[in-house]
């Protein structure tokens, strides 16, 4: 029988940030010419953007069919938030280039701010002080004074974009939520912040669990939910069996890929996230295409186990 133990050690970490929308090269106009986001490779319909470490945020043109839009920080489903330097500057580049701003606020950890993308989908921007005492803050000041130290063949990150730091995701019970992402999602708690319960995701990448969501239609399939994101997994049978010994509720039930087997799981609130094994050659029929991406982050997750 698969055991907690064995899904916390099977983890490798974050991987890809899904955002859908209706036309996709009209936001890579925006992550792209305007957050300066770089393009590892892609076109109309997907595009792949390097969001620091080895992580990726993925555009696609899929319109769902029951769109939702919140365009309220303090409820919205997931948001990506990136880690940024300089923001104040930032935030007036932005904003000369019609970004729209939907809340900006400083406070003694440093400060926050919303937009929206021309989908309005929300997007955050955080800048935190060297004094944090918040969980991953001295980490992240760590990375950023040693300077990038992986590019997957792609321009570097803009100036003022140091990574995706955080994802916000909203539960209408936070208690049950964190039993679901501390005990059958198996991701490492890291304790709270004022409201949110956070959980290392792997990669440089916090999750913080707030109160206030609301529960959504539940989805047939993962093309019908506008955010999620996806955790790479080194065995995905593994984790599969895992989340059906658990009674978690599957969206979609190992999604096969010339090399990569996929599977989309649905919270309480019927919240997406996918958990995907890449590019072990001994499992997949097809030469894999090597991705710098990937192999980075299966280098690292091999130097870990290794205690390098």
């Known amino acids: 029988m698969v055991t907690l133990a064995d899904i916390r050690a099977n983890s490798i ?33 997907v595009w792949f ?9 993925e555009l696609l043109s899929q319109v769902a069919p029951h769109p939702h839009r919140d365009t309220d920080p303090d409820t919205a489903a997931c948001t990506p938030v990136f880690r940024c330097h300089d923001l104040a500057a930032y935030v007036g580049w932005l904003k000369a280039r019609g970004v729209r701003i939907v809340r900006d606020t400083v406070h003694a950890e440093g400060r926050d701010v919303w937009l929206l993308d021309p989908d309005d ?19 992240a000041w760590a990375r950023f004074d040693r300077g990038e130290d992986f590019n997957p063949g792609c321009s570097p990150m803009p100036r003022h974009i140091q990574e995706l730091g955080w994802i916000v995701r909203h539960v209408s019970d936070l208690d049950a939520a964190i039993r679901l992402y501390r005990d059958v999602y198996g991701f490492a708690p890291l304790g709270h912040v004022g409201r949110a319960a956070c959980f290392d995701l792997g990669n440089g990448v916090i999750l913080e669990l707030f109160p206030g969501g609301v529960s959504a239609r539940r989805p047939t399939n993962r093309e019908e939910v506008t955010d999620a994101w996806v955790q790479r997994v080194a065995d995905h049978d593994l984790m599969n069996a ?12 190992k999604i096969q ?7 989309y799981a649905a919270d309480a609130d019927n919240h997406l996230t996918g958990f995907e094994e890449r590019y072990d050659p001994s499992r997949f029929g097809e030469p894999r295409r090597p991705f710098l991406e990937d192999l980075e982050a299966e280098r690292r997750w091999h130097a870990t186990k290794s205690g390098r």
């Open 257 to 263: 890929f010339p090399s990569a087997e996929l599977t």
């Open 49 to 57: 953007y390097w969001v620091g470490e080895a992580n990726v945020l």
């Open 13 to 45: 970490g974050f991987g890809w940030y899904i955002r859908r929308c209706p036309d996709s090269a009209l936001l890579a106009e925006f992550y792209g010419g305007i957050l300066r986001l770089p393009v590892i490779r892609g076109r109309a319909p």
């Open 121 to 139: 989908q929300l997007v955050g921007l955080r800048e935190r002080n060297r004094q944090s005492g918040v969980p991953g803050n001295a980490a």
């Open 242 to 253: 895992w989340l059906k010994q658990n009674g978690v509720h599957l969206v979609n039930d």
